[in-house]
């Protein structure tokens, strides 16, 4: 024994690594993996036998460098992000459905008040007609008011009507103001031609407030006859409405107002408020109009009123 000597490499090396006659190998923190280890032994003399033995050792690396345990780790991850964004999305869903409970609770409560609003106007215009003591024009007015007020009804059932139903129900109430003012100002309804009134819906009663602002503080005071323009414009995906009068104007309008609160339409911003929560993106604009000598000759509403389904 004391003349046979060993020595040792790793298959890919090209030095060996002597071990003298001891033939012991320690082998420390080697990394996880395959290994070939050649060992050789021979005598004093360098006569090594030409047969050397072959060792295979396999190092198994620790469980959390294992590729089960990537895959775990990749499968806990995607469950992880998947419940936090089921729980993102089942959030929004509920904070959005809770949005649009509130927002309909607030559209109930716009709509019940400009019921009354309305109610309350039209009655002012048959105990105004009433007290004239005009029979048969109060039997007409009557019967109108009944169409109408049965229209007003069937209407607020409903969050959305067809624009042809508003219109008609438009064309009630300025028959009733037209022939309470004495006939002191007349009015006209413009669609585009090509326009199906049938196939766009809107807001029900979602246009008087601004027809009443017109006749009320531009029409009414106006001494002589007035005109009242209702235009209706296909834009694609929005109607755009025109309400032009030929009154007095919105400053001759305020200096009246300061001497007579009587008539006081808080429709207007009842509607304004609809409007903006009904759709962000719709919009109003009041213009005065003037003459060519910068005379007040009425006032122009327009609406950009985006379709509803």
């Excluded at 780790?73 to 904070?95: D, Q």
């Excluded at 008087?208 to 834009?235: A, T």
Aim: hydrophobic letters at 35%.
């Amino acid at each position: 024994k004391e003349k046979t000597i060993y020595r040792y490499k790793f298959e890919g090396d090209s030095k060996w690594t002597d071990l003298g006659a001891n033939p012991k190998l320690p082998l420390v923190k080697l990394q996880h993996g395959n290994y070939k280890l050649i060992v050789e032994v021979g005598d004093n003399l360098n006569n090594w036998v030409k047969k050397p033995l072959l060792i295979t050792i396999n190092i198994k690396p620790p469980f959390y460098k294992t590729v089960w345990f990537y895959i775990f780790i990749g499968l806990l991850l995607t469950a992880i992000g998947f419940m936090i964004n089921r729980n993102l999305v089942l959030h929004e869903k509920r904070e959005g459905e809770l949005k649009r409970k509130i927002k309909d609770v607030e559209m109930q409560t716009l709509r019940s008040q400009m019921n009354p609003h309305f109610l309350f106007n039209s009655l002012n215009s048959i105990n105004s007609f009433i007290i004239q003591q005009k029979t048969n024009e109060a039997s007409g007015y009557l019967t109108t008011f009944s169409k109408l007020m049965r229209n007003i009804l069937d209407n607020s059932r409903h969050s959305t009507i067809n624009l042809s139903k508003e219109i008609e129900t438009l064309e009630l109430y300025l028959q009733l103001e037209s022939v309470r003012l004495d006939h002191k100002f007349e009015y006209e309804i413009i669609c585009d031609e090509d326009m199906d009134n049938f196939g766009i819906n809107i807001p029900p009663l979602i246009l008087q407030p601004f027809v009443e602002n017109s006749i009320w503080h531009g029409l009414h005071n106006k001494k002589e006859k007035g005109k009242l323009s209702i235009i209706f414009e296909d834009k694609s995906d929005y109607l755009f409405i025109k309400i032009i009068d030929d009154g007095i104007g919105r400053n001759a309008s305020a200096l009246l107002k300061q001497k007579d609160v009587k008539h006081k339409s808080y429709g207007i911003d009842i509607t304004i408020n609809r409007l903006l929560m009904l759709n962000s993106k719709n919009k109003f604009e009041i213009i005065d109009l003037y003459d060519e000598n910068e005379n007040a000759k009425g006032t122009e509403v327009q609406l950009e009123l985006y379709y509803y389904d």
